[in-house]
């Protein structure tokens, strides 16, 4: 008689053949057998029937604020909310206090999550001009996501807006990096078309151009330097349309809000919307869905910023851009696949497959055999209402407050272990980072 350490028994399973029924076993943390396991035994039977078995999401765009200004958020709150979401595995960005742009930094960081944080994770290291000469270095250090450079919305050494300062880091790099595309000079030049008290003047201000714009650059920059580059949260349809015709060095992703809500909203949400990019017209949420349909985008991130709701009430454009969404990145989009917007496989290919394709995650990704047994368990019937009392971040606000949804994370899994079951903690913190296969270790 084989003998698992848990089976998953009688759920849809979803992975690269498809959608069925079938029981997954696994050992060792490993996902090591798929089928009718009616026959075997285990340490753990977790009846999963009327759920959907999925790959373990992974979130590659989080801002958990630590080291920093952790009284809006820290790694131990922003993984606890990210599993409370079915969230398995976060990327967490470089823009805290100090920047993530040394070595010594990185090992900070993979030292504070160590025993905290409840999913796996991996952190993007920055790329400015004082480290552009040691980016192929730092990209290849264990726990690094990858660079990630600002071209527009940051400040100090981050900020690198200028063509000859992106070639300099790309010419370096490797790795596929990561970069928030707005043309900061085109935004310092509309700065005075912000209207003090009213968000809704933030799309004006950070229009569509000022995203095309320095897409179009960075395309071209990566052309002449034969880099790979992933642009972030797509806001623009015309981004859409020009990253379809660039797709053998670019990649990009998009983000729950700007697909699901709209310039409308700032009238019923204030500085609770305002983000960078901003949310824009609904012309421009369906060119993104458009995106989604054709394949030009590749992943889903929830670019969850929090800030404290004070800070948010504060007159625009005093007001900080940022807002929760690691937590419902999963409840909004299953909604949307219930809606008949996208599958429920094209969700899981832009959730697990696409990001282990596009950043070379190494044994996530898949229900396979061999993988990390990391599930995302849903029910695809639940019919739920988002309140800000069930988000976990130390914000504790959503701006799908009082939405209904129906699909539902009723279980995470990672490598085996159940650590939220039902709305519930269940397991210690025992994430741990993520591998690449870009930057495995030597065996001895």
């Not at 504060?314 to 909604?335: E, K, N």
């Amino acid at each position: 008689m084989i003998t698992y350490d848990a089976i998953y028994r009688g759920g849809v399973v979803v992975n690269q053949d498809g959608a069925g029924a079938r029981d997954v076993g696994v050992t060792g943390g490993k996902v090591v057998a798929i089928g009718s396991l009616s026959r075997a035994e285990a340490g753990e039977i977790v009846d999963c029937r009327g759920l959907h078995v999925l790959p373990g999401i992974v979130d590659s765009q989080v801002h958990f604020r630590e080291p920093g200004p952790t009284h809006k958020e820290d790694l131990e709150t922003g993984s606890l909310a990210a599993v409370m979401g079915g969230v398995t595995a976060v990327f967490e960005m470089p823009n805290t206090d100090p920047t993530t742009t040394t070595p010594a930094a990185l090992a900070d960081k993979l030292a504070r999550a160590k025993g905290r944080m409840h999913c796996d994770h991996a952190f993007w290291v920055g790329g400015t001009r004082d480290v552009a000469r040691d980016v192929a270095e730092l990209e290849r250090l264990p726990g690094a996501a990858g660079i990630k450079v600002f071209m527009g919305s940051s400040t100090g050494p981050l900020l690198v807006e200028d063509d000859g300062g992106v070639a300099d880091i790309l010419r370096r790099t490797r790795r596929r990096a990561a970069f928030h595309s707005e043309d900061e000079y085109r935004l310092r030049e509309r700065a005075h078309l912000r209207v003090p008290g009213d968000p809704s003047s933030h799309p004006v201000w950070r229009d569509a151009e000022a995203a095309m714009a320095c897409t179009r650059r960075l395309v071209a920059i990566a052309r002449r330097e034969g880099a790979r580059i992933h642009v972030l949260h797509i806001s623009t349809r015309e981004e859409i349309a020009f990253l379809a015709g660039h797709k053998d060095v670019a990649s990009c992703e998009a983000t729950p809000h700007h697909l699901t809500l709209d310039a409308g909203d700032y009238a019923r949400l204030g500085t609770k919307l305002q983000m960078n990019p901003p949310v824009r017209d609904a012309a421009h949420r369906d060119g993104i869905w458009a995106g989604i349909a054709d394949g030009t985008v590749d992943v889903l991130g929830s670019d969850h910023a929090p800030h404290t709701l004070d800070e948010k009430a504060r007159p625009y454009p005093q007001s900080p851009s940022g807002m929760t969404g690691v937590q419902t990145l999963a409840p909004i989009m299953l909604d949307h696949v219930n809606a008949g917007r996208l599958t429920l496989e094209r969700f899981v290919d832009l959730t697990s497959a696409g990001p282990a394709r596009l950043f070379g995650i190494a044994g996530k990704g898949r229900i396979a055999a061999g993988h990390d047994a990391d599930f995302t368990i849903v029910d695809m019937k639940r019919r739920e209402t988002i309140r800000d009392s069930w988000i976990a971040s130390r914000c504790r606000w959503t701006p799908y407050d009082g939405k209904e949804v129906i699909g539902w994370p009723v279980g995470t899994i990672v490598r085996g272990r159940r650590v939220m079951w039902e709305g519930e903690l269940v397991g210690p913190a025992t994430g741990r980072p993520v591998a690449f296969g870009e930057t495995l270790p030597k065996s001895a």
